[in-house]
């Protein structure tokens, strides 16, 4: 900690030391003296060390002073200093806010730069709105007019929706007399349900090379026996071939397939055939099943709905002597 040699703020103590110093400096000739009776221990002596005394006295007195102002001193020197410690840091922090601040204005004078840009866009979009808004005026007009024929059209429509209203009123009895003719078909079907469930069931059921059909039982299985070659009849021999029908899903309409199955071989005659359907076919059914020669067996069906199913064709044929 440096004190500062400017004493000035002390003249009152400064005036005390100087003039003991100077008694002091003094002193030298004071003992040479002797006293008006020629003793060396005269009153002089005594006046001068009581005035030692008291300027010792008032020189301490002022050192004591001079230490507490320097004590003083040195405590506003600290606070100064923590101060000082605190300004540079706090001057240290605007530096680098302005640095920051700096940076930041860099940016916006960035963005500023592309605002004006964007700025410049949008007028020229503005512009170009406006033109767009001037010639849908146009369009606005003759969507007036056609909202105005439009109305007239309404009007006529729901004259006629009146009119059909009328018509379906007068259709109500017609529908009655409907309901009572579709009841009377659903007893029909219940009766002809009751006899499906007794009908004989479609065969299916083949027997091997050297056997034929002796029973066909209800539910459409058969009961195979060996063939008697010494009859004249030879070996039975069954073929079943099927033609895959297809329909989307999406798309109902009349489809007609024809399955046809041929016997092969020397001597071989179609003594016998049938299908099989896996899936619904629809309204039309099998319309088609029989024999169109001595070889050749014939199925036609009829697929009115949509979905996939598959229709077997088989023929039975028969050797013969």
């Not at 004591?64 to 040195?74: A, K, P």
């Not at 007239?152 to 003719?181: F, K, P, W």
Request: glycine content about 6%; some cysteine; proline content about 1%.
């Amino acid at each position: 900690m440096k004190i500062s040699k400017d004493l000035s703020i002390f003249p009152k103590t400064i005036t005390a030391l100087t003039l003991s110093a100077a008694f002091l400096l003094g002193t030298n000739n004071v003992y040479s003296y002797s006293n008006e009776q020629g003793s060396t221990n005269g009153m002089p002596f005594k006046s001068l060390q009581e005035q030692i005394d008291l300027l010792e006295i008032e020189l301490q007195e002022a050192v004591n002073i001079l230490q507490s102002q320097i004590d003083e001193i040195v405590i506003e020197q600290g606070e100064q200093n923590v101060l000082i410690t605190n300004l540079q840091s706090a001057v240290s922090t605007l530096e680098a806010r302005v640095t920051q601040n700096e940076m930041d204005i860099d940016v916006l004078q960035a963005v500023q730069g592309f605002q004006q840009q964007l700025i410049e866009a949008l007028e020229a979009s503005v512009t170009d709105l406006e033109a767009r808004v001037t010639a849908n005026e146009d369009d606005i007009e003759a969507l007036v007019q056609v909202d105005q024929d439009l109305q007239q059209l309404i009007m006529a429509i729901q004259a006629q929706i009146v009119t059909i209203n009328n018509r379906i009123t007068a259709n109500d009895g017609d529908i009655a007399v409907l309901q009572a003719q579709v009841t009377s078909l659903q007893a029909q079907l219940s009766s002809v349900q009751v006899q499906l469930a007794s009908k004989q069931n479609r065969v299916n059921g083949i027997c091997p090379a050297g056997s034929s059909i002796r029973i066909i039982n209800s539910n459409g299985s058969v009961v195979c026996e060996t063939d008697n070659v010494s009859a004249g009849v030879g070996f039975l021999n069954t073929y079943r071939s099927f033609d895959q029908v297809n329909i989307a899903s999406s798309v109902i309409f009349t489809r007609t397939v024809t399955n046809n199955r041929a016997c092969t071989g020397s001597n071989y005659r179609a003594v016998g055939g049938g299908y099989d359907v896996n899936g619904h076919l629809g309204v039309g059914n099998v319309f088609e099943n029989f024999a169109t020669s001595n070889t050749n067996w014939k199925v036609t069906v009829r697929s009115d709905s949509t979905g996939s199913r598959t229709l077997r064709t088989y023929v039975i044929c028969a050797r013969v002597q």
